[in-house]
């Protein structure tokens, strides 16, 4: 599974971005998916994150801004920044977690976000 990321930039304070994640290959035994981000010298965190059944959860940095959604269709997921604060910004990475023996992870090469005050 190969899973691309784009629509980061760079975005003034209470501006909205949107971005997108395609994913390409088999999505077979698909448990959820999400977004994650790492700033400078800090841990990758997670976002927001959607099951295979639809259910969401949020970071409560994000909780009320953010919404993550996907298009199966399209084998894309979404996640909607609102209300952008300095805070936000980051390098966005996609993710898809796989039921398995082992269970397994894919992971996009991130797209920067950039918030400026």
């Known amino acids: 599974v190969q899973l691309v990321e784009s629509g980061g930039g760079l975005v003034q304070a209470g501006g909205s971005l949107r971005l997108s994640c395609t994913a390409s290959?088999?999505?077979?035994?698909?448990?959820?998916m999400g977004w994650y981000r790492q700033a400078p010298r800090k841990q990758r965190e997670l976002v927001a994150r959607?099951?295979?059944?639809?259910?969401?959860t949020y970071a409560d940095a994000v909780k009320g801004r953010f919404t993550i959604s996907r298009d199966i269709p399209k084998n894309t997921l979404y996640l909607q920044m609102n209300t952008l604060k300095p805070e936000d910004t980051a390098v966005y990475y996609c993710n898809a977690e796989f039921r398995g023996s082992p269970d397994y992870a894919a992971w996009g090469q991130g797209t920067q976000v950039t918030v400026s005050s």
């Open positions: 290959g088999s999505m077979f035994g698909l448990n959820a």
């Open positions: 959607i099951r295979s059944g639809g259910s969401a």
